[in-house]
């Protein structure tokens, strides 16, 4: 089975600095792909960035880069440049890699609350 | 189309009732997936569906729920006499053929059993 494990569950960041979450996973399958949601107060859950395993290089999207580090099992998300709109919470999360009708459920994390403080 | 739609946004019920859920995915999304997320934790896969078949269910999903995807395009998840632990947010997701470990989802519904 594989597991989630974010061990920060708060952090804060002022506004325009940089912020990194933390998040370690097991699996003992190969392929696979991990994800970082936001989820902001009352609304639903948006995919912020997504890394395949098998590919060594860094996810980016805009001001959100994440650290893949696959022989330690670990995906850290790092937010540069922080705005007012990042505050949320963000999950990780992991999902097998399949193929046909094969389902690619999501196994998440408890979550960091962001925090930017203006 | 304006993604995940989930009906109610809110329900409250008493212990031992039935409740039911709707989801309507994102029109072209054959794939479906329902999670329950409790305060404090990450959303817990419950089931998921490609159209109408229902492929994958878990351990969680007891016999008291019931979740069905008539001809492969709205969901309903149904919880028979419901227990105060089942208070919780259920969230629905949906994906496309092409994308399908990009998983969009719904704003939920919460379920408080009192």
């Known amino acids: 089975a594989q597991t989630v494990t974010q061990s920060q569950p708060e952090m804060s960041v002022q506004e325009a600095e940089t912020v990194t979450l933390s998040c370690t996973y097991d699996?003992?399958?190969?392929?696979?792909?991990l994800f970082w949601y936001k989820q902001p107060p009352s609304r639903q859950m948006i995919l912020v960035i997504r890394?395949?395993?098998?590919?060594?290089q860094n996810a980016t999207e805009n001001r959100f880069s994440v650290n893949f580090q696959k022989a330690a099992k670990s995906f850290s998300l790092k937010i540069s440049d922080s705005q007012l709109g990042d505050a949320a919470m963000y999950f990780c999360a992991h999902s097998q890699a399949y193929s046909g009708a094969g389902s690619y459920q999501l196994t998440f994390g408890k979550g960091t609350k962001l925090s930017v403080i203006p | 189309d304006t993604g995940v739609s989930q009906n109610p946004r809110h329900k409250i019920t008493k212990r031992g009732q039935n409740v039911t859920f709707r989801c309507d995915p994102i029109s072209e999304h054959n794939r479906l997936y329902w999670y329950r997320q409790t305060l404090g934790q990450g959303p817990e896969f419950l089931t998921y569906?490609?159209?109408?078949?229902?492929?994958?269910k878990s351990r969680l999903l007891s016999d008291r729920f019931s979740a069905e995807r008539p001809k492969g395009s709205f969901s309903t998840l149904e919880i028979q006499r419901t227990e105060q632990g089942d208070s919780a947010m259920y969230l629905c997701?949906?994906?496309?053929?092409?994308?399908?470990?990009?998983?969009?989802f719904g704003q939920g519904t919460r379920l408080t059993v009192v």
């Open positions: 569906f490609q159209n109408e078949a229902q492929l994958e």
């Open positions: 699996t003992s399958e190969s392929d696979y792909y």
């Open positions: 890394q395949e395993a098998y590919k060594q």
């Open positions: 997701a949906s994906s496309s053929p092409d994308r399908n470990t990009e998983a969009f």
